[in-house]
């Protein structure tokens, strides 16, 4: 199998982090969230407490192995020659559609992720514009490149909070200017730029989540 055409891996079902068991989820809004790279499914479930309490949470674990000795997990590739390839963030996101698709084929299903977890969280997004309801995307980016569903989500402009600092040296400058000329036209986007932020989510950023999410939840109930 190519770069270009990666094996779709599989989320394991067994290590999901929920916020409720399963029937006291029925009827809820699912948000699902994804860590970032070198992290684990507990990183983001911390912030639970925080966020409104009308979402059934799950927070799922990425399905690689970064290279040694990085801990944690990741979504795709970094480094090397496959390092960010397009290819291998949407078999990411595939991976999180197919997940979806099992636990919860009938609810509205929102996204939240940090870092390679936003960019997937787009991603899947531009894959299924009609099947996820908003995306959170923190210290993330939009990956290059054209997806089936971009005219599709371009049309319905789903709601999408991203949110970065000025001091964040992890993302490459490229990739974030492409998000800042992609986003405005594929979705009701609601930006933040946080003076003085690195590569992380602050208690400012969190309480602007929390208003977005809120959002979503009248939206949802209407």
């Known amino acids: 199998m190519t770069a270009e055409s990666p094996n779709t891996p599989v989320l394991d079902h067994d290590v999901v982090l929920w916020s409720a068991d399963e029937s006291a989820r029925a009827g809820r809004p699912l948000l699902v969230l994804l860590h970032g790279y ?32 990085t801990p944690g997990h990741s979504w795709y590739p970094i480094e090397g020659l496959d390092g960010r390839d397009p290819a291998h963030v949407t078999a990411a996101a595939s991976a999180l559609v197919s997940w979806v698709d099992r636990v919860a084929p009938d609810a509205p299903v929102g996204l939240l992720g940090f870092s390679q977890g936003g960019a997937v969280s787009l991603q899947a997004l531009r894959l299924q514009p009609e099947r996820f309801a908003f995306a959170v995307n923190l210290s993330g980016y939009a990956t290059p490149g054209e997806l089936a569903g971009d005219a599709v989500m ?17 993302i490459p400058g490229f990739l974030v200017d492409h998000t800042t000329q992609w986003l405005p036209g594929h979705s009701d986007l609601s930006g933040r730029v946080y003076p003085g932020l690195t590569h992380s989510v602050s208690e400012q950023e969190m309480a602007d989540v929390r208003v977005f999410l809120e959002k979503q939840l009248e939206s949802l109930s209407d």
């Open 38 to 69: 070198g992290s684990h499914e507990g990183d983001l479930f911390g912030l639970v407490p925080y966020l409104p309490d009308g979402f059934a949470y799950a927070a799922v674990r990425a399905p690689l192995a970064p290279p040694w000795p």
């Open 154 to 170: 371009a049309e319905n402009r789903p709601p999408v909070f991203w949110g970065r600092g000025t001091a964040d040296e992890v």
